[in-house]
């Protein structure tokens, strides 16, 4: 069973246009998300993370939004840019006895076209 | 700047020959771990060090191993490779402080290749 879910495989936006990347997750214990960009043959890089004391944290063009009832977390990307085309994970940790380890989604494509 | 460094980026094995991955770091983290990942699925820890101590996924085969030899460098051992095991595999470490929320850095992966 997955926890941490990213239901879209793909998307595809338009340069200059926001870029919208959902996750929802199911474990309630869960109390920190991170997203991860990962280019073809290379390592995720971390992006940006939100605590669970937050709904809102802000960095530059990227916004993620936590909305902790619905346990269901977003990624804003504004504006796109071609640069931004890669595979983009979400991932959560918390909960007694998880040592703080990573539980990730399977990945959602994003395709920026100029 | 500071890194995560994984060799070699590309591995070619034979099925049953054993392989191992090296994974060091110059970020000075006392926690590293060793993630599996198939085409389009989600990376898949496979077990992490806290420091020298070993944490083993339940759901690891006993086909991986794995060394901690110092802080900066840990290796991944698949003893005898099967076509099952031909993935990326992704390093990464975190600097765990109080609460666990630790962001994680990664290294850019090896790509195991089992003939």
């Known amino acids: 069973d997955q926890q941490v879910k990213q239901n879209s495989p793909s998307l595809s936006v338009q340069e200059g246009r926001i870029s919208i990347l959902n996750c929802d997750y199911t474990?309630?214990?869960?109390?920190?998300f991170l997203w991860y960009k990962k280019y073809p043959a290379e390592g995720p890089t971390f992006l940006i993370s939100?605590?669970?004391?937050?709904d809102k944290n802000e960095d530059g063009r990227f916004t993620v939004f936590l909305n902790k009832s619905a346990k269901h977390l977003s990624l804003h990307i504004v504006p796109s840019q071609p640069g931004d085309s890669a595979v983009y994970f979400c991932a959560a940790s918390g909960g007694g006895g998880s040592q703080g380890n990573l539980i990730f989604g399977k990945g959602t494509k994003l395709s920026v076209k100029p | 700047d500071a890194m995560v460094i994984q060799n070699p980026r590309y591995q070619v094995t034979q099925f049953g020959k054993p392989v191992t991955l090296s994974c060091s770091q110059t970020?000075?983290?006392?926690?590293m771990y060793w993630y599996q990942q198939k085409s389009s699925q989600a990376p898949k820890l496979l077990f992490h060090y806290y420091d020298k101590d070993f944490n083993n996924e339940a759901d690891t085969p006993d086909n991986f191993q794995s060394r901690r030899p110092n802080t900066s460098f840990c290796f991944l051992d698949i003893r005898s490779p099967g076509l099952g095991d031909a993935a990326m595999y992704l390093c990464?470490?975190?600097?765990?402080?109080?609460?666990?929320?630790?962001?994680?850095?990664f290294g850019p992966g090896t790509r195991l290749t089992v003939l």
């Open positions: 474990n309630s214990m869960f109390d920190y």
């Open positions: 990464a470490t975190s600097s765990r402080g109080a609460g666990y929320r630790n962001t994680q850095y």
């Open positions: 970020l000075n983290h006392n926690v």
């Open positions: 939100i605590s669970s004391i937050k």
